[in-house]
């Protein structure tokens, strides 16, 4: 069975996870995002206690860290499309590495590039910015302004890949949800 792979994205407090949430609720298979378990375990790692907006300021090796969240947004891709399902939710792709490599003017390999045109999603999605339900914690770093522009290169990104994404209004989860199992039945 072919698996249909939509991935939700944004910048930092779009309300993603929460749309991904409620998806999993309604009984939906959905990939977490997996970035704040990996800056959560290098800040405890590196003991560093500063705040920045830079996940990669926890890290010695920002390029390994890099390395690794692509291996792992490649690996949740692989192990979705084994998957018996005919519909799989993805909080964030692999896309979204090379969206914030480029925010943090970072330099990566063709490796990347290749990673992004060989694992594909078949609808991308992206929730706007929204300052009302924007909020920072000890995960999300970044302040609104980072936001919006990590939400610009997300866009710039995915169409770079020759994606069209799709914007979800802004709403209740309940409604952001109607809209996107909508989009996909059409």
Known sequence: MEVKKVVITGGPGTGKTSVIQHLAEKGFTCVPEIIRTMTEAAKLKDNKNEVATNPLAFVDDPMAFNRKLLEGRTQQYLDA????????FFDRGIPDVLAYMDFFKQVYSEEYIHACNSYRYDMAIILPPWKEIYSSDSSRLEN???AAEIHEHLLATYNRFHYDPIFIPKGSVAERVSYILELIRK
């Open 81 to 88: 499309s084994k998957e018996d399902q005919d519909l799989i």
């Open 144 to 146: 609104f302004r980072e």
